[in-house]
């Protein structure tokens, strides 16, 4: 059974920084695209940064290009997202996506229960 758990939402104030975490369990991770996704409140989905299986292809939604970083440790199952410069409008849920092969962009199959990152002072 495919598990996503992620970790490391909070509040924080705007300019600061929060990494999040995605643990995986029950596929070969290093074989899949992953993916971060985002929930504002009261708005709809919005993609924020995707990577494949090998790590390579990473891509950012454009309000969010020079502030987070994404990476990936296959070795250790666990996907990253390294958030800095944090803005009140980064508040969200934030989701860990599994994709359908090895290449980002071509559907996410399985999504973790979410963390909740509030930028806020």
């Known amino acids: 059974e495919v598990q996503l758990v992620e970790s490391g939402g909070g509040l924080v104030q705007p300019g600061g920084s929060l990494r999040l975490s995605c643990a995986a369990s029950g596929f070969t991770f290093s074989s899949y695209a992953m993916s971060w996704v985002r929930q504002a409140p009261g708005k709809g989905l919005e993609w924020v940064s995707g990577m494949h299986g090998n790590g390579g292809s990473l891509s950012y939604e454009d309000s969010v290009k020079g502030r987070f970083t994404m990476s990936r440790d296959n070795a250790k199952n666990t996907l990253y997202l390294q958030m800095n410069s944090l803005k009140p409008e980064d508040t969200a849920v934030y989701y860990c996506?599994?994709?359908?092969?090895?290449?980002w962009g071509g559907g996410m199959d399985s999504w973790g229960k979410g963390t909740l990152v509030t930028v806020s002072s």
């Open positions: 996506t599994k994709g359908i092969h090895m290449y």
